[in-house]
């Protein structure tokens, strides 16, 4: 199983400064999803296929990488970007499905 | 508008059985892959199990296989879980989602089933 790993496990900035998230694969993935969950709701999907932004979602978020290491950076984060960011991969067959611990975006 | 809603939870004995539901509605249902996520409180997500677009393959994590049972109506819009055997580590909030490209993500989620398995 691929074994997902992020970084750091809390950020904490001032709305406005940059964000950017780590997330690294314990053997190289072909592409990855970015999820954002506030509490008491469910995850909803930023970025998949590593770079591409899901419906409705503003285009401060942004996502890259490959191989093994992938971002997610939020360009100028505002309040409601306060959250828990999960990246995501898929890999073999049959398919597995796993997801990183996490990351806390926190307001500074 | 896509809407997930989750049914079906509670709190049940270890060893014993129950069966969550997922009504979908604001897309065709029957196009759609589907998967089941869980996730303790205050913890990460954990995929439980995906299911095709007509019920023709199912796959699930090791921790659930042969417990677990994931099926859907889709004459019904209709998405289920059935759990058996349940045991204190099934606890967690459990979301059904759909399955974007290839089923290789969820790109939207139902509000999520809490399931306590408490003796």
């Known amino acids: 199983e691929i074994v997902l790993t992020q970084s750091p496990a809390t950020l904490s900035l001032s709305p406005g400064e940059r964000a950017t998230l780590s997330c690294r694969a314990s053997q190289s993935v072909s592409h990855l999803a970015w999820y954002q969950q506030k509490p008491g709701q469910a995850p909803r999907l930023l970025i998949y296929?590593?770079?591409n932004r899901a419906t409705g979602i503003p285009a401060r978020f942004s996502g890259g990488g490959s191989g093994t290491d992938f971002t997610l950076t939020i360009s100028s984060p505002e309040p409601e970007d306060f959250a828990v960011y999960f990246c995501q991969q898929r890999s073999g067959w049959p398919p597995s499905f796993t997801f990183g611990p996490g990351t806390k975006v926190e307001i500074k | 508008q896509v809407q997930l809603v989750e049914s079906g939870g509670g709190v049940v004995q270890p060893g014993r059985s129950l069966r969550l539901s997922c009504e979908a509605s604001g897309f065709s249902f029957s196009n759609y892959g589907m998967h089941w996520v869980r996730q303790v409180t205050g913890k990460g997500l954990e995929w439980v199990a995906i299911i095709w677009s007509d019920g023709s393959q199912a796959y699930y994590r090791d921790s659930v296989t042969g417990r677990f049972t994931v099926s859907r109506d889709n004459s019904k819009n209709t998405l289920y879980l059935q759990m058996d055997s349940l045991r204190v580590e099934d606890t967690a909030v459990y979301y059904c989602a759909r399955a974007l490209e290839h089923h290789r993500y969820f790109d939207a989620w139902g509000q999520g089933i809490l399931v306590t398995v408490s003796s």
């Open positions: 296929n590593t770079s």
